[in-house]
């Protein structure tokens, strides 16, 4: 039977690329959304600031970091939602808080005084200081979103969840033990983010798979004779002008 209401993120971290559309999109509808506007200082100046809800971090992986033993991991991160979140417990004014009705936690500007507190309790350096307005912002899961009847019922996801180019990011009830999400966590085995924290992050993370290493001597041959993807692009590039040129 469903349980409290803890609505939250699956991420695939085999097969987020790494493109930073989820970033970008996030940057573009909180801009102009429930904690706009999200500032940006000196933005292509040599000292750069600015309030990113949604970051990514790329790893090699690999039990030696080199050669085809090796993987490019991407890591996006937010905010986790936690369902024992520090950074509430330590807010001395109530402006950080979660929501009963479905866990999101939140920020309420007008009560926070910008102490930082928060981004000091959390593990995950989730919470981002505005030096603008100077108070604490983060993810809100797109609430503006997620609840807007003006939108078409599948656009009614996080924008992160919506542009993902590979479908890598998947939002829904981790509450309720029959929904996608959660049973997406099952046959994946997906884990929280550092759990020895014992803050009871919402979000969850799909591990990446496996991958087949194929020796080199058999990669060589399966290959022999084949020209590659790029010598393939540019015989059709030159197949292309001279076409061009001959008409």
Not at 64 to 82: A, D, E, I, W
Not at 96 to 112: F, T
Not at 114 to 135: H, I, M
Not at 197 to 212: E, F, H, I, T, W
Request: hydrophobic content about 35%; proline content about 8%; overall charge negative.
């Amino acid at each position: 039977m469903p349980g409290a209401k803890k609505l939250g993120l699956v991420i695939d971290l085999d097969t987020c690329v790494g493109c930073h559309a989820c970033a970008v999109a996030c940057k573009e509808w909180n801009t102009g959304g429930h904690m706009a506007p999200l500032t940006d200082l000196a933005a292509y100046g040599a000292d750069p600031d600015g309030v990113w809800f949604n970051r990514i971090h790329s790893f090699e992986a690999g039990e030696q970091g080199h050669g085809c033993t090796s993987r490019t991991v991407h890591f996006p991160k937010s905010c986790l939602h936690c369902e024992k979140p520090d950074c509430v417990t330590v807010c001395p004014t109530g402006a950080s808080y979660k929501r009963a009705e479905d866990g999101i936690v939140l920020v309420n500007e007008s009560l926070c005084i910008g102490c930082k507190l928060c981004s000091w309790a959390c593990p995950y350096g989730a919470r981002e200081f505005d030096e603008d307005v100077g108070v604490m912002k983060k993810c809100t899961l797109c609430i503006d979103r997620i609840y807007n009847p003006h939108l078409e019922a599948e656009e009614r996801v996080p924008a992160c969840v919506m542009v993902c180019p590979t479908s890598s990011r998947h939002f829904g009830d981790l509450g309720d033990p029959d929904s996608a999400v959660s049973t997406l966590v099952r046959d994946r085995r997906g884990y929280d983010l550092m759990p020895e924290m014992g803050y009871q992050p919402v979000n969850k993370y799909l591990p990446p798979r496996p991958r087949p290493v194929v020796p080199e001597d058999q990669r060589v041959a399966r290959n022999a004779g084949q020209p590659s993807r790029a010598e393939k692009g540019f015989a059709e590039l030159l197949r292309w002008v001279d076409k061009a040129l001959t008409r």
